[in-house]
């Protein structure tokens, strides 16, 4: 099985200060097939279903603001919360999608400092 | 607007049966690939397994921990996702999502609450 592991576990963020939270698989989820990494990034709320916020490691799902970014490949990711919002607390999760089983990290709490 | 919906959830004891049902509607269900993801109380995102379309072979897979004694169904005619659950163990306790694979979860629904208990 893929191991996802995040850090941090959790952090704090002044409101408009940046928030980047990593993700490192325990194998590259790179495909040789479409040449894409398969990562996921979801953001989850108290009380609510994940949502999806990026896929392809860096491509922003419709309508998930300009603040949130992803990068990385084969291994290592981050994603990046440009200028916090007070909306933006919530737990987000990595998630590989190149093999069964699906994987998660543990998640990261993102908190206002 | 693509919805997924989750019911069946409840209390039972150890070693008995439940059945959840995900009804979609909004987005062509016949050719999505659908999974079961759970969350045990406070805890992370744990994958369940995966049913592809009919079209993709309509394969099914399991995580580990409830391989054998979970199965994964569809009614494409109902456009529903179906998860039987059998011999529930106290670990078995979460809210239990249904999601639509892209293969990212693009979509997924509010949860049913399993709790096992004696």
């Known amino acids: 099985d893929i191991v996802m592991t995040q850090s941090p576990d959790s952090l704090a963020v002044s409101l408009g200060e940046r928030a980047t939270i990593n993700c490192k698989s325990s194998q590259s989820v790179l495909s040789s097939f479409n040449s894409k990494n398969h990562l996921a990034w979801y953001q989850q709320k108290p009380g609510q279903p994940p949502k999806l916020l990026i896929y392809w490691a860096s491509t922003r799902e419709s309508g998930v603001p300009d603040r949130f970014s992803g990068s990385g490949s084969g291994t290592d990711f981050t994603l990046t919360i440009s200028s916090l919002q007070a909306e933006d607390v919530a737990v987000y999760f990595c998630q590989q999608c190149y093999t069964t089983p699906r994987t998660f990290g543990q998640g990261t709490k993102v908190e206002i400092k | 607007e693509a919805q997924l919906v989750e019911s069946g959830g409840g209390l039972v004891k150890p070693g008995e049966s439940l059945r959840l049902s995900c009804a979609a509607s909004?987005?062509?269900?016949?050719?999505?690939?659908m999974s079961w993801v759970r969350q045990a109380p406070g805890k992370g995102l744990e994958w369940v397994g995966r049913i592809k379309s009919k079209s993709a072979g309509g394969t099914v897979d399991y995580a580990a921990p409830v391989k054998g004694r979970f199965t994964i169904s569809r009614d494409d005619s109902e456009s529903t996702l179906l998860l039987q659950m059998n011999n529930l163990r106290t670990e078995d306790t979460a809210v239990y999502y249904c999601a639509a694979e892209r293969p990212d979860f693009w979509r997924w629904g509010q949860g049913t609450l399993v709790t096992v208990s004696s």
């Open positions: 909004g987005f062509n269900f016949v050719d999505a690939w």
